[in-house]
């Protein structure tokens, strides 16, 4: 009997130590997950929505670098997507697409308006072109119904400024972001997008390099253009807004063409499709334009501070 009592006891001791040999390993263990998990120990509560943070993240800068005082001004973007260059500027490197060849962005500007807008969508149907329109959102509160029927028909939808009105606009990049801002929400309200693609009332020529950096910060990419068809000259027949874009193309491989959407200016819409046949005629395809696609600025506001 006795021995049969210490035979017991020989094997619960020895139980008692395997158990003690499992608890230091789990030890050991869950102190290497803690280790190299940092996020394990967080007191938040798990839920059926908690995202599973990787251990390994890629690190994104907040802002870009800003370039110092002696820096070379570079006005454009490089091949590489590297954003331009100028004293006290910081802009993001973006990734562009690759452009046909020649390539011909028709842009819109200063809708929509019940006069035009609808002849104008008539023209770029029957024509099978797609082009960018860049709307006001003094407009678009009047004529919803219009950009809408834009954005149906396949169009790129730009923002051009709530007011229009350089006064209040240039007043400070602030006070810009703000009105551009108050027309993405329009324009989201209407066709659920917000659209990064701007352009600035007179062109980029109007800023300094505050406007860019705040406009970048906020991921808003400015359009200029490199063809101005000058049919907002009430004077100009077709035949003369024709011509007018004829002596610009030249020998231009990709083109930002410049036009207007305003009451009473049949001109421009009667002038579009002879536009587009020369355009064609010249071997030239047609687009529109997003943030994927590299753009044209003015010069100016890059030398300004």
Not at 110 to 122: F, V, W
Not at 153 to 169: A, C, F
Request: hydrophobic letters at 35%; proline letters at 7%.
């Amino acid at each position: 009997m006795i021995i049969e009592k210490e035979r017991k006891f020989e094997h619960i001791s020895y139980s008692a130590k395997e158990i003690l040999l499992l608890i230091g390993f789990f030890t050991v263990l869950t102190t290497l997950i803690l280790a190299l998990n940092p996020l394990a120990t967080s007191t938040t509560p798990a839920t059926a929505n908690t995202a599973i943070t990787p251990i390994l993240r890629t690190v994104q800068l907040t802002k870009p670098l800003v370039d110092p005082a002696n820096t070379i001004i570079r006005t454009t973007y490089d091949s590489n997507g590297n954003p331009p260059t100028a004293p006290g500027l910081a802009m993001k490197a973006r990734v562009f697409t690759a452009e046909p060849e020649k390539i011909v962005y028709i842009t819109i500007d200063d809708g929509p308006y019940p006069q035009n807008t609808p002849h104008l969508l008539e023209v770029l149907k029957k024509e099978n072109v797609k082009v960018t329109f860049f709307d006001i959102g003094r407009q678009i509160e009047q004529f919803p119904s219009l950009l809408k029927a834009e954005y149906e028909q396949g169009h790129s939808i730009g923002n051009h400024s709530y007011s229009h009105n350089y006064n209040s606009l240039y007043q400070s990049p602030e006070a810009f972001l703000t009105d551009i801002q108050k027309n993405d929400d329009l324009i989201f309200k209407v066709i659920g997008i917000h659209p990064k693609i701007i352009r600035a009332p007179g062109g980029t020529s109007c800023f300094n390099i505050n406007y860019y950096n705040l406009l970048d910060a906020n991921d808003y990419m400015a359009f200029d253009w490199n063809l101005d068809t000058k049919d907002t000259d009430g004077n100009f027949s077709v035949q003369q807004i024709v011509d007018n874009v004829d002596k610009q193309i030249g020998n231009k491989h990709k083109i930002i063409l410049l036009m207007h959407d305003l009451p009473n200016k049949a001109s421009s819409t009667n002038a579009l499709p002879i536009i587009i046949k020369h355009l064609k005629e010249k071997g030239y395809s047609f687009g529109t334009l997003s943030p994927q696609i590299m753009p044209i600025t003015f010069p100016e506001g890059f030398r300004k501070k």
